[in-house]
């Protein structure tokens, strides 16, 4: 069964810092994508980034980018320059092909806090 | 274009009690997701429609039940609520077809108190 495992809760960090949020998963499907949502204290989770299994070339996005290895089953995301504004829970999910439809299984969260 | 709205935003019923939240996707989606989010056991998935079937379904006990309509609009019902129920439950839309790779937009949510 699949499976997403982000291993930290919450990560604290001062203005301007960078700070890398990581997510490990486990699937049995060869193709399947993966997901970043941001969930602000509004309660919307929003898209952030979709990585397919067959593409791991990084990805940078202004201050986000994402580091995605097979090879360790993880898809890193990392803020640079981190601003009060990216104070949120980031949700990392994936979703497998072999699903009739959507299904997402998302991580457990890490709770981002930027202090100024 | 509106996003995916979410009705009730709050609601507080007691154990015993029946519920039935609303979402409506947005225009042109025809897949509605519903997720239930607790502090205990996080996002998980409820289940899913698209064309008025229920094509995909989480492990959720038989009173967690949903519909949608020919609009693609999705209700979630929950019978015989027990406190455990309470929860924030999102919906999120996505593009018709069975790709699994359709970015999934989010309601705001409808957070259910049980007392």
């Known amino acids: 069964a699949q499976k997403v495992t982000q291993a930290q809760t919450e990560i604290s960090v001062v203005e301007k810092e960078d700070v890398t949020l990581d997510c490990v998963y486990e699937?049995?499907?060869?193709?399947?994508?993966l997901f970043w949502y941001k969930q602000p204290p509004s309660g919307e989770l929003v898209f952030l980034i979709r990585?397919?299994?067959?593409?791991?070339q990084n990805e940078i996005s202004g201050r986000y980018s994402w580091n995605f290895q097979k090879s360790t089953s993880s898809f890193n995301f990392t803020i640079t320059a981190s601003q009060v504004v990216d104070s949120a829970v980031y949700f990392c999910?994936?979703?497998?092909?072999?699903?009739?439809?959507?299904?997402?299984?998302f991580g457990g969260g890490t709770r981002l806090m930027v202090k100024p | 274009k509106a996003g995916v709205t979410q009705t009730p935003r709050y609601l507080i019923k007691t154990r015993g009690q029946q519920v039935t939240l609303s979402c409506s996707p947005i225009?042109?989606?025809?897949?509605v997701s519903w997720y239930q989010q607790t502090p205990g056991q996080g996002l998980q998935f409820l289940f899913e429609?698209?064309?008025?079937?229920?094509?995909n379904k989480g492990n959720f006990p038989g009173r967690f039940s949903g519909r949608q309509f020919s609009n693609s609009r999705s209700e979630m019902n929950v019978s015989t609520l027990e406190l455990g129920d309470s929860a924030l439950y999102l919906c999120?839309?996505?593009?018709?077809?069975?790709?699994?790779?359709?970015?999934?937009?989010f309601g705001p949510g409808t957070r259910l108190t049980v007392l």
């Open positions: 999120a839309s996505s593009l018709a077809g069975r790709s699994s790779y359709n970015e999934q937009f």
């Open positions: 699937t049995r499907d060869t193709t399947y994508y």
């Open positions: 990585r397919n299994s067959f593409d791991e």
């Open positions: 999910a994936l979703s497998e092909v072999g699903n009739a439809g959507n299904m997402l299984t």
């Open positions: 225009s042109g989606h025809r897949s």
């Open positions: 429609y698209f064309s008025e079937t229920q094509r």
